[in-house]
């Protein structure tokens, strides 16, 4: 018995090919992927890399991801094939075959396409991997280096993942042909998606769960909070997304049928009944669609934008190629700017490094607890919860050093830029409990391209005061605290910095060396820290680097996932449509007009996960605004000319998907 049993596993995989097609390739790439980030993962010369544990730790994430997307991938084919396939499993039992004898021929089938699959893949995987290693090293900019990145716990672990994945598909077919007896396995193939019950009530909650997620989006106020919300956000969309697609749209199609000025016209009469039909019957997968579109085009426009702004993230944090920063811990501190100018004077002449720039400023920089209207408090040892905001804060002479604008001020009189705040220039300016008079409001930002201005980038509010001497009102503002660890407070700060024509290379050269050098001459004062551009670059590049190298890959699982549903999707609705064809014809129809209006309604039913969405997208592009703004120093006209790219691009692949996988849907409904 096993032997027929064995004939026919071998003969059904054969015969069903244009079903199990896709289903082998899109198991093999999710398979080869996920090869890849554990071949990464486990490759020991990366852990010798720069900032190679953080690109590790990153990969280990995004194989997380792909395993829980290779899973619902699987799944979702798997249980397509099988529906389609149940009228001939009912057929092998009514001719015969027991219960067990069916899940012995469905467990050998899903075994050979297993192994089919894991040898596909993993030799797709094998084939690849010292490519996007070497691709890796690129994005991180460091040296391209081809060599063998293969490590059998690598291969080990892909293969039990995946085992267990088709364990689970098996458990799950024997489940379902236990449980139908013959006569419905022969119908089962007939059924659509289950019909909703309380459509009204779903589309209300659905409206409700795509308000609340919208809101949510549109009305963050900083970054810092965005990205506290963003998941909670991304959940309810998803939601709202299924129940619109299976309550909602339906609704609205049977609103238009009650309008009999509508519904009565040759044009729309058979369209909107048959969409009402396919809605019932498509309604999860056009929304798995949707959400897989939507999360390819979040993580590009992210992953790219990131990537892009690389540059001028490093250019935001360090403005000078080698800066040294203390932090005041001493009421007078005088000799602090002019000792942190000379130590870099003597390890110039020290290391004999030709300069082309030096600067030294003081300044003071806090967080804002709480603002509203001309009043700002400032962030202290006491307070709770998170910051709304951050103040820099200059002296006259400082502010001409940094902008070359000469001012004069007088005591309790200051100058403004107050961003992402409404203040009035006409009332007095209040800073935690001290006034002082504005005499202007829109004075330069002058902390950018001067000292790193990270903290201005955290959040959306942020203000830039000017006053005569920026120490002597530090020192009388109850806040100030030298004896506090909390940086976030109003803190005063001393930077200097210098430019050099020196090498990358030369300069990370000197960090050890003039960290030494800054031991030896404040031996105590551990406040005083150092900074290299070159080595910020290095960071920044592997980390930027990786994170969008990792998204693209992750924009290859979830378009992979999308072009399986739009297959299958495709196929049933060409099968779907060969019996509507006749129909058609018969209730009086021509075969153009039969064509056109199946071509309408697929269309329709094929354009609304992509329009779906391009409006999720726009609805989160605020929030997608605030988080990219705490790693890249772009615009927002240029996260959204990136985001606008990255649409154009999903929109000519979505067509082109579509155009292609038509091919089958014409091809089954012409027969």
């Known amino acids: 018995m096993f032997g027929l049993i064995r004939q026919l596993a071998v003969s059904n995989l054969l015969k069903n090919r244009s079903l199990y097609y896709p289903f082998v390739l899109a198991t093999s790439l999710t398979i080869a992927i996920f090869y890849i980030f554990m071949s990464l993962t486990f490759n020991p010369g990366l852990q010798e890399v720069y900032g190679g544990a953080q690109v590790i730790m990153i990969l ?50 899903l075994l050979l ?43 080990l672990a892909t293969m039990i993942l995946f085992a267990g994945i088709f364990f689970v598909t098996f458990l799950l077919n024997g489940v379902k042909l236990i449980r139908l007896k013959a006569l419905e396995l022969n119908k089962e193939s007939k059924k659509g998606e289950k019909k ?109 934008s990131i990537y892009i702004g690389t540059n001028s993230f490093v250019e935001k944090s360090n403005p000078h190629d080698i800066a040294l920063l203390k932090l005041a811990k001493e009421p007078q501190d005088t000799t602090a700017l002019s000792d942190l100018s000379r130590l870099l004077d003597d390890f110039k002449e020290q290391e004999q490094m030709p300069t082309t720039k030096q600067v030294a400023y003081s300044y003071v920089m806090g967080s804002i ?57 006409n009332q007095p ?108 670059q290095k960071e920044i590049t592997t980390l930027f680097g990786s994170l969008f190298f990792i998204g693209m890959l992750l924009t290859v699982i979830f378009m992979l996932g999308t072009v399986l549903v739009i297959y299958y999707k495709q196929v049933s609705e060409g099968y779907e449509d060969r019996e509507n064809f006749v129909i058609l014809q018969k209730v009086g129809l021509d075969e153009d007009q039969a064509r056109q209006t199946i071509r309408k309604q697929v269309l329709v039913v094929f354009l609304l996960p992509l329009t779906c969405a391009f409006v999720h997208l726009t609805a989160a592009f605020q929030m997608l ?4 703004h705490l790693f890249v120093p772009m615009s927002t006209l240029q996260i959204m000319q990136v985001t606008l790219g990255v649409c154009t691009i999903f929109l000519v692949v979505y067509l082109a998907v579509f155009a292609i996988t038509s091919r089958s849907y014409r091809k089954i409904v012409s027969q």
């Open 113 to 155: 396409f297993g192994v089919m699959s894991t040898g596909l893949g993993l030799g797709l995987g094998l084939l690849l991997d010292q490519l996007i290693y070497a691709i890796l090293l690129k994005m991180m900019d460091w040296p391209v280096v081809l060599a063998s990145t293969f490590q059998w716990s690598s291969v």
């Open 429 to 536: 300016f209040v800073l935690d409990g001290q006034a002082f008079q504005i005499i202007e409001e829109d004075v330069q930002n002058f902390i950018k391209g001067n000292v790193s201005d990270n903290l201005a980038g955290i959040f959306s509010k942020n203000v830039y005061m000017v006053v005569a001497d920026a120490e002597e009102v530090l020192k009388t503002l109850p806040s100030y605290d030298l004896t506090s660890d909390q940086l976030t407070g109003l803190t005063q700060y001393y930077y200097a910095g210098l430019d050099t024509d020196l090498s990358l290379e030369r300069q990370l050269a000197l960090e050890e060396p003039l960290n030494a050098f800054i031991k030896e001459r404040f031996p105590e004062q551990i406040e005083v820290y150092s900074s290299f551009r070159a080595r910020n």
């Open 625 to 628: 605004d605030k988080i990219l």
């Open 60 to 109: 280990g994430l995004g194989s997380f991801i792909v395993a829980v997307a290779s899973l619902a991938i699987i799944l979702y084919a798997n249980s397509f094939v099988m529906k389609n396939r149940t009228k001939e499993l009912g057929l092998y039992e009514i001719l015969g075959l027991n219960k067990g004898h069916l899940v012995q021929m469905v467990g050998l089938e």
């Open 196 to 304: 909703g019950r309380f459509l009204g009530l779903q589309t209300f909650l659905g409206l409700g769960l795509l308000g609340a997620g919208y809101y949510m989006a549109n009305t963050v106020k900083d970054p810092v909070a965005a990205i506290s919300m963003f998941f909670i956000a991304v959940l309810l969309v998803m939601a709202a997304t299924y129940l619109l697609f299976n309550a909602g749209i339906t609704v609205f199609l049977r609103f238009l049928k009650k309008r009999e000025n509508y519904y009565y016209q040759p044009k729309n009469f058979i369209s909107t009944s048959n969409l009402i039909f396919r809605m019932k019957k498509n309604a999860a997968g056009l929304a798995t669609i949707a959400i897989l579109s939507t999360m390819v085009l979040v993580t590009m426009a992210g992953g790219s």
């Open 369 to 425: 607890a709480k603002m509203e209207g001309n009043t700002l408090i400032p962030y202290n040892a006491e307070t709770r919860g998170l910051p709304e905001g951050a103040i820099f804060m200059v002296g006259t002479g400082d502010y001409q050093a940094m902008t070359g604008e000469r001012v004069e001020l007088k005591e309790g009189e200051a100058m403004l830029r107050v961003e992402g705040h409404q203040i009035d220039k």
